[in-house]
């Protein structure tokens, strides 16, 4: 089991930016790819960004493209997620999650991919 905890949640001004930042429990995690979700009140959780287990490879969902970058340190088992430019509808609670498998693939934009979750983070973008 690999317990995850976000941090760097807040209420920001829309324009700002934000670094949420997700620790993970155990040294396997370096061998697994991340994700950010995210969740808005009454809308499902949507995919942001993912991470291979060696950084080399991203993705990220388009309406986030230039403004986020994810980013990760495997000798601290950290990933984090740099948001600049943020925008009101960003506002959600922000996941992150883990996949065992060390690659990113077709399914890296889908929840169920994931074998572990935090509990969230909670960002405000106000305009």
């Known amino acids: 089991q690999v317990q995850l905890v976000e941090s760097g949640g807040g209420l920001v001004q829309a324009g700002g930016s934000l670094r949420l930042s997700c620790a993970a429990s155990r040294r396997t995690f370096s061998t697994y790819a991340s994700g950010w979700f995210r969740q808005a009140p009454g809308k499902e959780r949507e995919f942001v960004a993912a991470?291979?287990?060696?950084?080399?490879?991203?993705y990220y969902r388009d309406s986030v493209k230039g403004r986020f970058t994810i980013s990760r340190d495997n000798a601290k088992n950290t990933v984090d997620l740099q948001m600049n430019s943020l925008k009101p509808e960003d506002t959600a609670v922000y996941y992150c999650?883990?996949?065992?498998?060390?690659?990113?693939?077709?399914?890296?934009?889908?929840?169920?991919?994931?074998?572990?979750w935090g509990q969230g983070t909670q960002v405000t973008v106000s305009s």
């Open positions: 991470i291979s287990s060696s950084g080399g490879t991203s």
């Open positions: 999650a883990a996949d065992q498998r060390p690659r990113l693939h077709r399914g890296s934009y889908y929840r169920a991919s994931y074998d572990y």
